[in-house]
């Protein structure tokens, strides 16, 4: 008699997961309830779908830095990576179910770590405004920055409201991680749109500055309360 080899690692997979879920239901909309039911399996396709378009977003940013010479453009897009990245490190949590307490300790790494990055935020804001307070942006760019941060304000909300019941550490800091890049987008959105309609260079360089900081200070606390929440 040959044994079949059970694959853990593939029953642990999301489609596994969501294909597992959605046989409970025989009916077309009673799988849909289902899923949305599963509200931690919601979340994990949120952050899977929401790094595949990031990524898409991050080669658009990243060809427009390059083609305009624009260095807040390519800073942003290497911004943008260490936050996917952060992202990453939080899928491997809902996948892994480390102990109660390593998850604790890692949550805190992360609100360090966007800690720093929000103060590295704050130095590339002023690198714009001294020296690329005047970047070209192109109508095709602003367009797929407004469609980004749409994108990222609807998930962001949607995963708040969904998940505002679960206590889970690693769900507290992806909601935390998704309003940081609202933030950042909506940034980036309002920066283009002011350069794009306005001709006033000191106008463009203290809405920037102004909004900028706002962000910059929201972020700060929004990392800070991961690590107060999450002490030991």
């Known amino acids: 008699m040959v044994r079949k080899k059970k694959s853990g690692r593939g029953n642990n997979s999301l489609l596994a997961q969501v294909k597992q879920t959605l046989a409970k239901e025989e009916t077309f909309w009673g799988r849909v309830k289902s899923y949305y039911r599963n509200e931690p399996l919601m979340t994990r396709v949120g952050i899977d779908t929401s790094l595949l378009i990031s990524v898409f977003f991050i080669v658009v ?57 929000d103060f590295l935020f704050l130095a590339m804001l002023a690198q714009m405004i001294v020296f690329d307070a005047k970047e070209s942006y192109n109508l095709m ?26 206590t889970s550490p690693t769900l507290v800091a992806t909601k935390n991680i998704a309003m940081i890049a609202v933030l950042i987008t909506a940034t980036v959105l309002q920066a283009s749109v002011v ?8 106008l463009v360089r203290v809405v920037n500055g102004a909004v900028g900081v706002v962000a910059f200070i929201v972020i700060f606390l929004l990392s800070g309360l991961l690590i107060r929440k999450y002490q030991e």
């Open 61 to 117: 940013n990243l060809w427009n830095g390059i083609a305009n010479e624009a260095m807040w453009s390519i800073m942003l897009t290497g911004y943008y990576v260490l936050i996917d990245v952060i992202n990453g490190l939080m899928l491997r949590n809902l996948r892994n179910k480390p102990s109660p307490k390593k998850e604790r300790a890692e949550v805190r790494r992360v609100g360090y770590i966007m800690i720093g990055l």
């Open 141 to 166: 760019i602003i367009i797929a920055n407004s469609i980004y941060t749409v994108y990222r304000i609807v998930i962001a909300v949607y995963n708040m409201v969904r998940t505002r019941h679960l």
């Open 195 to 202: 350069e794009y309609v306005s001709g006033d260079e000191k």
